[in-house]
């Protein structure tokens, strides 16, 4: 009854909002990732992205101006992580702050929130426990130009850890995945990243060895902007991350 009153008055505030699909496939038309959903797929993508805008806030910090296509964009890279899971999955949350460029924060005084940090590229991206996610615009364009890079899904990553005993590098697993294998290959893989990294050729962002929770935001977003190279570096991880998000953006 709840769901069905929710889905009502998601339906006619989606009807209100001001944006076409037209717009909106102009939008995500600099987003390589969003090529890859066709057909029934794309429109499942589209009408979702709609609703995370519907559901969540959109604000703008810092004096920046928040366009629609901006706005459409941010959101269909959020969504696509629970594509296949449901946008439920951030229920708990509302808001999301976009300032124009990379921003501070005193971070010493936010770790008793539950704050993840981003430190090293610091200042692209937060995710607060029950709280904001804050992004930078700078580094979501970025996220078109340099490969395995998404700030958008590293912060909703965090989102998704964080249902399950805080930021910790495991989601709440679906029935049927197996919480020891998880825990095994993502301690093989950060194994496999750190000797790598230690010879001077990572094959993931080395940001990921700063906890487990980052490790599993940078692998989530290989796993959607660069899946094949994920596949071929790290083919058990690939497995796990695919069995979490149902999907498998390698083909
Ligand atoms: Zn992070």
Same mark, same amino acid.
């Given at each position: &009854?709840? !769901?069905?009153?929710?889905?009502?008055?998601?339906?006619?505030?989606?009807?209100?909002?001001?944006?076409?699909?037209?717009?909106?496939?102009?939008?995500?038309?600099?987003?390589?990732?969003?090529?890859?959903?066709? =057909?029934?797929?794309?429109?499942?993508?589209?009408?979702?992205?709609?609703?995370?805008?519907?559901?969540?806030?959109?604000?703008?910090?810092?004096?920046?101006?928040?366009?629609?296509? &901006?706005?459409?964009?941010?959101?269909?890279?959020?969504?696509?992580?629970?594509?296949?899971?449901?946008?439920?999955?951030?229920?708990?949350?509302?808001?999301?702050?976009?300032?124009?460029?990379?921003?501070?924060?005193?971070?010493?005084?936010?770790?008793?929130?539950?704050?993840?940090?981003?430190?090293?590229?610091?200042?692209?991206?937060?995710?607060?426990?029950?709280?904001?996610?804050?992004?930078?615009?700078?580094?979501?364009?970025?996220?078109?130009?340099?490969?395995?890079? !998404?700030?958008?899904?590293?912060?909703?990553?965090?989102?998704?850890? &964080?249902?399950?005993? =805080?930021? !910790?590098?495991?989601?709440?697993?679906?029935?049927? &995945?197996? =919480?020891?294998?998880?825990?095994?290959?993502?301690?093989?893989?950060?194994?496999?990243?750190?000797?790598?990294?230690?010879?001077?050729?990572?094959?993931?962002?080395?940001?990921?060895?700063?906890?487990?929770?980052?490790?599993?935001?940078?692998?989530?977003?290989?796993?959607?902007?660069?899946?094949?190279?994920?596949?071929?570096?790290?083919?058990?991880?690939?497995?796990?991350?695919?069995?979490?998000?149902?999907?498998?953006?390698?083909?």
């Amino acid at each position: &009854m709840l !769901n069905k009153a929710r889905r009502w008055f998601e339906d006619r505030k989606l009807a209100r909002l001001p944006v076409d699909r037209d717009q909106w496939e102009e939008a995500v038309a600099r987003w390589p990732v969003a090529t890859r959903y066709e =057909g029934a797929q794309r429109d499942r993508l589209f009408d979702m992205a709609l609703r995370f805008l519907v559901r969540k806030e959109l604000a703008s910090g810092g004096g920046f101006q928040l366009d629609d296509g &901006m706005s459409l964009l941010i959101a269909t890279m959020a969504v696509v992580p629970v594509l296949e899971l449901g946008l439920d999955w951030y229920d708990g949350w509302y808001t999301v702050i976009v300032y124009e460029d990379t921003f501070v924060t005193p971070e010493g005084e936010m770790d008793e929130f539950g704050v993840v940090h981003e430190e090293g590229r610091v200042l692209a991206g937060e995710a607060w426990l029950q709280g904001p996610v804050i992004l930078s615009w700078g580094d979501i364009r970025a996220a078109s130009a340099e490969e395995g890079y !998404n700030v958008v899904i590293h912060e909703l990553a965090h989102k998704l850890d &964080m249902l399950a005993e =805080g930021a !910790n590098g495991a989601p709440p697993l679906h029935p049927g &995945m197996d =919480g020891d294998r998880w825990h095994q290959v993502f301690t093989h893989a950060w194994q496999a990243l750190e000797r790598a990294e230690q010879a001077g050729e990572p094959f993931l962002d080395p940001y990921a060895l700063e906890d487990p929770a980052e490790f599993f935001a940078v692998a989530s977003e290989s796993f959607f902007e660069s899946p094949g190279h994920l596949r071929r570096v790290l083919p058990d991880l690939y497995e796990q991350l695919a069995l979490f998000y149902r999907q498998r953006p390698a083909g």
